[in-house]
């Protein structure tokens, strides 16, 4: 299991630039490539505003490496209650 902290996208709304949401995710690593990590069984955080992201739980999550702030690695029972 990990945890992930990242960024999502910047996006522009009504030509204004967004600050980029802050996320958290934890999951099974199911794959590493140069440019992201693949997570089984994830559950996901939007930090601001706190809320379950997406509301329906996908299969897997695919994070970009570069939107990565942090990283650790985590056991089954230091999962969080999310």
């Known amino acids: 299991m990990v945890a992930i902290w990242w960024v999502d996208i910047r996006a522009y ?3 204004i630039l967004c ?3 802050p996320m958290y995710t934890e999951g099974k690593l199911a794959r590493e ?3 992201h990590f693949v997570l089984a069984k994830p559950e996901t ?4 505003p706190l809320e ?3 509301r329906k739980r996908p299969r897997f ?3 970009p490496k570069m ?3 942090s990283i650790e690695s ?3 029972r230091d999962r969080r209650e999310i």
């Not at 955080?45 to 601001?48: F, I, M």
């Open 13 to 15: 709304a009504d030509n």
């Open 52 to 54: 379950n992201h997406p």
């Open 67 to 69: 939107l990565i702030s």
């Open 74 to 76: 985590i056991g089954p």
């Open 19 to 21: 600050e980029p949401t």
């Open 45 to 48: 955080l939007c930090l601001k």
């Open 61 to 63: 999550y695919c994070i």
């Open 33 to 35: 490539t140069v440019r």
